[in-house]
């Protein structure tokens, strides 16, 4: 198979019997000018990793020079239940949707190698796939391929899925038929930047990530700011406000994986229980889940937090086990626990 027409179509075709929603084409385009002002600002705080290989994550050829196409997937992972349901009940944690399963990273990668391993065997052509793991702007790079384009909270979304899904990408040395970018449709709305906890918009298209919840308890190492704890609420791991309020989620489409789906123990994790996990306990409770690379202190400290924001006077003793705890930045979070729940009922 030669014809680029013909190739592409054949591959859309077997991206849909993978698993895939939407697969689209783009050329190799730079973006680089946006990170750079993100990263001039000190936008990304501490993930220096993105300060790094700049060149090559603004600019697919800079990675690849051979690279003559880019196809961008789209995975998708909707909610079976409303997704911050959660944030009422102050007693247990809320762990993002896109955490709730199995880790996106493998699912993922798993399909598009063998989408790629397809594609190779009937063109000859070089690949090299993605999914969050390079230096690759996966957003722009799919919005160029026409799969959707970045609403005002920065994420992609489309008008026949929502904005609950991953993104993949394959670059290819093939010479594909090239899809029309997406134009952007968000119009006058702007509730994703209004109902941000932290305000960690300073404008349409303009995150910090420094405030930004997703971040703060993923990202982050040591104490967060203190202004910014109160604020995170129970969230214990990422961050959906802004993604659930999308007007154009009433287009989302059921999951096809199901390893997406919720596991029970993680859909409304006792607080109790979290803070009491030892480096072993989290290994086991987070097998097979992206969590499991925070790693116990990161979540026993965003576990603090929630339970400083609780309001649950019973949930001092729990904090208070963790005050002489081995590692500062949890310690602090516990002394900072116990303030907070003291402040909120002062007779107790
Ligand atoms: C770093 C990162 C983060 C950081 C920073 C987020 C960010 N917005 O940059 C943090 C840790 C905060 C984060 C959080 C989340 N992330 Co994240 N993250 C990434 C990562 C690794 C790189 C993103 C990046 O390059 N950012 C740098 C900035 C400069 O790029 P940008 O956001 O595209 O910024 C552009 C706009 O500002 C634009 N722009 C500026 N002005 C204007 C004006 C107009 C009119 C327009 C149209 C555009 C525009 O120009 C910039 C450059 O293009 C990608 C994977 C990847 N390799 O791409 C996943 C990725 C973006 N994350 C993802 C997810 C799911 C999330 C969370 C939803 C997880 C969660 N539930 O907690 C949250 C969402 C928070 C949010 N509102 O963005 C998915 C998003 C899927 C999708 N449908 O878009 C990705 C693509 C991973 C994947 N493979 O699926 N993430
Ligand atoms: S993920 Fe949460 S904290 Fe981050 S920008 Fe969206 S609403 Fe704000
Ligand atoms: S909530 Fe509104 S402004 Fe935000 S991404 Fe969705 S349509 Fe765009």
New binding site residues.
Partial sequence: MTDPGEITRALKARAEEEGFAACGIGGPEA?G???E???ADG??GT?AW?ARRMAE?GDPRVLWPEVRSVVML?EVYTPEEAPLAGLAHTDRGVI????RGKD?HDL?KKRLKRLGRWFVERTGAEIKV???T???????L??AAGL???GK?????SRDLG?W????AIFTTAELERDAPEQ?RCGSCRR?LDVCPTQ?FDG????D?RR????LT??HEGPVPEALREKMGNRIY???D??AVCPWNKFAVSAREIGYAARAELRAPRLADLAALDDAGFREVFSGSPIKRIGRNRMVRNVLYAIGNSGKAQLAAVAARLVRDEDATVRDAAEWALRRLAAASPGQ
């Fill in positions: 973006f000018a946006g990170l002002a993100f990263v936008r990304h993930m993105m994550r789209a993002s949707v896109y955490a996106y993922v993605f999914v969050d390079a230096p690759v702007m996966e957003k722009p799919a919005q959707g384009w970045q909270h920065t994420n992609l979304l904005n899904f991953f993104l993949g952007e994703c960690a349409p298209w303009r995150l990530a930004c919840i997703s971040y993923i990202e990422g961050c959906d802004c993604l």
